[in-house]
């Protein structure tokens, strides 16, 4: 096999917000030694990143309007060093003394800046779910769908539910407020599924989804094993932690998930069956015995992915099921397109119902949904972003 390409290299911050400009500089600087190595080591590092502590916690005192002024500080100096994703962090809404006013501000930080993400945390273990934090987060997704261009602004934005710090992926990813500065890393690995499902033969007269998970497995091990290793040496070079890879198998447009869950033989994506091989496929992911992060679930994003776009256009799969999905394998609901009337009062019982799936598992779910300005049910996104595919809006 070819080497995987490598979706991100995180590097999370412990320093507290506000960042400063040496503070971005060191850490855009572990960065580049990082993709310099990996592209030495014969890898394609597609996108580095910083996480940070959470804003919201960090500086609760600020003002809506210092707030974006520091952002756009924030901004300025990634811009500087060329960095171009920056996630701030959860507002942990779930805790009762959180104040709902600060969630909207999100949408204001958000619209105003590119590089940079946010969240807010609707459910956590031990302190439970949050109702009335639901709409709040709604107008969120409903206010960058109408103030950013073509609605992107909701790539950088999700609602999260039982998610822990220390993770890679993005919009999710934000460090702790103990410990030290760690890397962690995430695969661009749908491909690796792909092809080892379409490389995988069973002996037996009904394949064996047992067999197959075993097999992919193995070869995903065999792939991500090296990667590990020089993100540990790295690691240990520059006085950080390494966090773990997170081995969920991110698609991007061709390089689909589901032309590997398709390959394993149990039907189109969607039909019958899919619950057992998304479970297949999971256990997988999580039983290699490297050291992980994040999700290391199957991700199902509707945008990201251009064979899942087309069974969601062909009506074999919609949200309820992703989210039945999610109780086996992986994120959540991710990149949904919904249409762009759609009231924030139902975009908020979609949160509610990933969320309260999230704490009953007690699993790391997010809902990154999206309100496409000017589109309606029945019609096709038109999105120009090299980021999403299109598909239909149910």
């Known amino acids: 096999m070819s080497s995987t390409p490598i979706r991100t290299v995180t590097l999370g911050m412990a320093r507290a917000h506000p960042l400063r400009r040496e503070d ?18 014969g890898y394609e590092v597609q996108t580095l990143r910083i996480s940070t502590r959470s804003l919201f916690d960090d500086l609760p ?14 901004q300025q100096m990634l811009d500087d ?15 009762p003394d959180f104040p709902l006013e600060r969630i909207e501000t999100i949408a204001d930080l958000l619209a105003a800046t590119s590089a940079l993400n946010a969240t807010v945390q609707l ?3 031990g302190v439970g779910l949050r109702q009335e934090t639901a709409l709040p987060a709604a107008r969120v997704i409903e206010r960058l769908a109408q103030e950013t261009e073509e609605g992107f602004g909701n790539f950088r934005f999700a609602m999260l539910a039982c998610v822990p710090p220390g993770g890679a992926f993005f919009p999710a990813a934000y460090h702790a407020d103990t410990g030290a500065d760690s890397l962690s890393l995430g695969l661009q690995s749908a491909g690796i599924i792909a092809r080892a499902a379409q490389a995988w033969d069973d002996d037996g007269q009904q394949r064996s989804l047992i ?4 097999w992919v497995r193995g070869m995903l091990l065999e792939q991500a094993a090296p990667v590990v290793a020089l993100a540990e040496q790295l690691a240990a070079e520059q006085g950080i932690l390494f966090g773990g890879i997170d081995l969920s198998p991110a698609p991007m447009g061709d390089d689909s998930i589901v032309t590997g869950l398709e390959a394993l033989g149990n039907g189109q994506f969607g039909t019958p069956g899919s619950v057992a091989v998304s479970a297949a496929l999971t256990y997988a992911l999580k039983e290699t015995g490297l050291p992980t992060c994040g999700y290391c679930g199957l991700m199902l994003p509707v945008l990201e992915d251009a064979l899942l776009g087309k069974r969601w256009a062909e009506g074999l799969v919609n949200a309820h099921q992703l989210l039945l999905y999610s109780s086996v394998c992986g994120t959540g609901l991710d990149t949904i397109p919904l249409s762009g009337d759609i009231p924030a009062e139902e975009i908020a019982r979609m949160l509610l119902d990933v969320a309260t799936m999230a704490l009953r598992l007690n699993k790391p779910l997010s809902a990154r949904l999206f309100p496409v300005p000017g589109k309606r049910s029945g019609e096709y996104t038109t999105f120009t972003s090299p980021y999403l595919t299109n598909t239909l809006i149910h």
Do not use: D, H, K, N
């Not at 971005?24 to 080591?41: D, K, P």
């Open 24 to 41: 971005i500089e060191r850490a855009a600087t572990i960065l580049r030694l990082a993709e310099q190595r990996y592209a030495e080591a």
């Open 123 to 125: 459910a956590l273990p």
């Open 61 to 74: 005192e600020r003002s809506p309007a210092a707030l974006l002024a520091y952002v756009r500080e924030v």
């Open 211 to 214: 067999a197959a998970s075993e």
């Open 81 to 95: 060093v060329g960095i171009a994703f920056c996630s701030l962090g959860p507002a942990m809404a779930a805790r």
